[in-house]
Every structure is written in structure tokens, then in C-alpha cells.
């Protein structure tokens, strides 16, 4: 959690000195993650026409509540309708650092990405990811990203399908 924290303060001190022509600086929410249980949030610095650095936080929320026990759930199956079913995190917290490359222009269109994740039951695995993000108005943008543990996707033999992401983000910056 530590390591997460300094990089987006790194990030956001390097907004006003950054060594580009194009200088922005992203922050986002992922909606997705609510889904799943995890809330995660999102710092971006562009530092080139075509690169940025990113760092992620999530903090899987589900797991804070208790499942519901044996004579509970068989209250209710018989007096109420049959709910959706509810997914967990599967980490208490976890976090990202990611170099990006666009493909056209920085901070929109097509991207890159690679780098580190670090879970609290997981450890460290090695990421590689694509997105793709668009604006709406006046710095507002909506994002997709699939993103997978290299380590991960060995050890199972198949890519997750958790790793979907779907962001909403402001950009600041010229």
C-alpha cells in the first residue's frame, strides 16, 4: 500500500515540473470494479507524446462483510425472490504501477501497458494490458482496459476474466 502511495504523490509532484510539451495529468475511478466488490481509483502523468506512468489502488470492499449463514440463506430462498449472485474481491488490497504507450496521442485512442501488481494474498505478478479511452467533454473521459497477471495466466493456463476495467476519469493539464 505504501509503495502505491508514493508513486501517486511522485506523480502528482511531477504534474508542474514535468519535462513535456503536452503535460497532463489523469485521475479516474474504475466503475467496473464496484461490481466486483473492489473500489479502485486511478492517477495518470503523460510525460511524452506518446508515454505515461499510472498507479492504481483498489481496495476490495466485499470481503469487509460477512456471508450470510446456513439458516439466513434458507430464510431466504423461501420467502423472496432468488438475488443476483454477489461477487467477492478476491484481494483485501492491491496495487498497480503501469508505463503506458499510446498509439496515436497521448491520454486518448489506443493503448499499451505493462508493469507491476502487487496483492496482499497474491504477491507480485508481472501485467500486460490494452485500453482504449475517449473523451466526452471538457476533460471527462471513459476508458476500457483488459488487464492480466503474466505470472498468473502460466500458473492457471488461461487468461481472467476479471481483469476487465472500465473507467471514468478527469484530466487536467494543457
Not at 95 to 101: A, D, L, N, P, T
Not at 119 to 125: A, F, I, Q, T
Amino acid at each position: 500500500m505504501r509503495g502505491a502511495w508514493i508513486a501517486a504523490i511522485c506523480l502528482l509532484a511531477t504534474y508542474d515540473c514535468g519535462f513535456c510539451q503536452d503535460r497532463r495529468c489523469t485521475a479516474g475511478v474504475c466503475v467496473s470494479g464496484f461490481i466486483t466488490g473492489c473500489a479502485e481509483i486511478q492517477i495518470e502523468y503523460a510525460f511524452g507524446m506518446h508515454w505515461s506512468a499510472a498507479a492504481e489502488a483498489c481496495l476490495g470492499f466485499s470481503r469487509l462483510f460477512e456471508e450470510k449463514d446456513m439458516l439466513e440463506k434458507e430464510h431466504d430462498s423461501e420467502f423472496s425472490f432468488e438475488e443476483l449472485p454477489h461477487m467477492r474481491a478476491t484481494e483485501l488490497f492491491t496495487e498497480y504501477i503501469q508505463g503506458r504507450y499510446w498509439i496515436s496521442d497521448n491520454s486518448r485512442g489506443a493503448y499499451l501497458s505493462a508493469g507491476l501488481k502487487h496483492g496482499n494474498r497474491s504477491g507480485v505478478d508481472w501485467t500486460i494490458g490494452v485500453g482504449y479511452r475517449m473523451y466526452i467533454w471538457r476533460g471527462i473521459s471513459v476508458g476500457t482496459e483488459y488487464r492480466t497477471g503474466i505470472i498468473k495466466a502460466i500458473k492457471t493456463g488461461n487468461l481472467a476474466t476479471d481483469g476487465i476495467r472500465i473507467y471514468l476519469n478527469y484530466t487536467l493539464g494543457k
